[in-house]
């Protein structure tokens, strides 16, 4: 487990907070390793389905960026340029 805290909010269903977390933890394993596009793509529109508003969105990730140090929307935006079957890592 991280040393740092996930942005949740307390509205949340038990099943949105684990699809946050999991976006979170796809960040992350770019940063530490690798991920695949396709599965973080997945874990992505998981997340949208909680967060659906880019305000939100922006707001959620600064806050895990300032946690951790990791910024979600330079791997959002590595997968949106990249094609299927690569390996999403921040170098």
Same mark, same amino acid.
């Given at each position: 487990?991280?040393?740092? *805290?996930?942005?949740?909010?307390? =509205? ?9 977390? =999991?976006?979170? !933890? @796809?960040?992350? *394993?770019?940063?530490?390793? !690798?991920?695949?596009? &396709?599965?973080?793509? @997945? ?19 600064? &806050?895990?960026?300032? !946690? !951790? ?11 949106? =340029?990249?094609?299927?079957?690569? *390996?999403?890592?921040?170098?």
């Amino acid at each position: 487990m991280s040393g740092y *805290q996930y942005p949740l909010r307390a =509205d949340w269903t038990t099943e949105e907070i684990v699809a946050v977390i =999991d976006f979170f !933890s @796809k960040v992350e *394993q770019a940063y530490e390793s !690798s991920v695949e596009r &396709e599965e973080f793509m @997945k874990y992505y529109r998981a997340f949208k389905k909680v967060v659906p508003s880019m305000a939100e969105e922006k707001t959620l990730c600064k &806050e895990f960026e300032e !946690s !951790s140090t990791y910024v979600a929307f330079r791997v959002v935006k590595l997968a949106k =340029d990249s094609v299927a079957g690569e *390996q999403l890592k921040i170098k």
